[in-house]
Nanobody
Framework: QVQLVESGGGLVQPGGSLRLSCAASGNIGSIYVVGWYRQAPGKQRELVARITSGGSATYADSVKGRFTISRDNTKITAYLQMNSLKPEDTAVYYC??????WGRGTQVTVSS
């Protein structure tokens, strides 16, 4: 019944930008932490950014200064603004809610 859908991924050249969205529906209730994760082929899934209901954000060192996470608590929607993208950012990006709910992911490919 719970649906969590990521969108906004695609193919972009190095230095470009993308904005990912995470839209949730169903019997989810209140969410304390929203996290964006990514997984590249052959690598472990890693936390990219997370934000609490109070607006406190944390970023992986690899994306600091380039990515910005935000959320709309009323809509239970989260965003990840990605600027100055690099080839190493290529991965499937997943949204996670309180460690309980996962989306199916959206592919981000950074290539010339």
């Amino acid at each position: 019944q719970v649906q969590l859908v990521e969108s906004g991924g695609g193919l972009v050249q190095p230095g470009g930008s993308l904005r990912l969205s995470c839209a949730a529906s169903g019997n989810i209730g209140s969410i304390y932490v929203v996290g964006w994760y990514r997984q590249a082929p052959g690598k472990q899934r890693e936390l990219v950014a997370r934000i609490t209901s109070g607006g406190s954000a944390t970023y992986a060192d690899s994306v600091k200064g380039r990515f910005t996470i935000s959320r709309d608590n009323t809509k239970i929607t989260a965003y990840l603004q990605m600027n100055s993208l690099k080839p190493e950012d290529t991965a499937v990006y997943y949204c996670n809610l309180d460690g309980r709910f996962w989306g199916r992911g959206t592919q981000v490919t950074v290539s010339s």
